[in-house]
């Protein structure tokens, strides 16, 4: 807790010193600008394009839109565009969605490490219809 003000995470205003929550959403200030509302953000990096399709259609099926971002460059083979990370690419949701969705693949990919197979009940258990 500083009093050095911060931005607001819901609307993302930004706020001063001396001030902590911002007084229209009264959410505590965070250090870094979030995102724009309704920007995507990334909520898992996938491997390969196979397990990026997998994982994007899971989240489809929950009703998410998803959005499935390859970090190689069209054209130039496997040539990575962001040299930091490993993945082949990420996936994207709305910044409302992130939550629900980190949960989703949480549970499918624990269900792998289960059983193997997954089916649907696996991952809808929990997520409250
Ligand atoms: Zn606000």
């Keep these: 807790m ?3 003000g911060g931005w607001c995470p819901e609307c993302g205003e930004h ?3 001396g001030t902590v929550a911002c007084p229209n959403c009264r959410a505590v200030l965070v250090d870094a600008p ?3 509302p309704g920007s995507p953000v990334v909520v898992h990096r996938v ?3 196979a397990a990026g399709a997998l994982l994007a259609g899971l989240l489809e099926h ?4 998803v ?3 390859s970090a190689t460059l069209p054209g130039y083979g496997d040539v ?3 040299w930091s990370t490993t993945a082949w690419g990420e996936l994207l949701v709305a910044r409302r969605d992130a939550e629900e969705a980190r ?3 949480a549970e499918y990919l624990a269900a792998l490490e289960r059983g193997g197979r997954v089916r649907d009940e696996d991952v809808e258990e929990g997520s409250g219809g």
């Design 2 to 4: 500083s009093a050095a």
């Design 15 to 17: 706020y001063g010193a």
């Design 34 to 36: 979030p995102s724009p």
């Design 47 to 49: 491997p390969d394009a």
């Design 62 to 65: 929950h009703g998410l839109r």
């Design 67 to 69: 959005h499935l971002r």
């Design 80 to 82: 990575r565009r962001d």
């Design 103 to 105: 949960e989703l693949i």
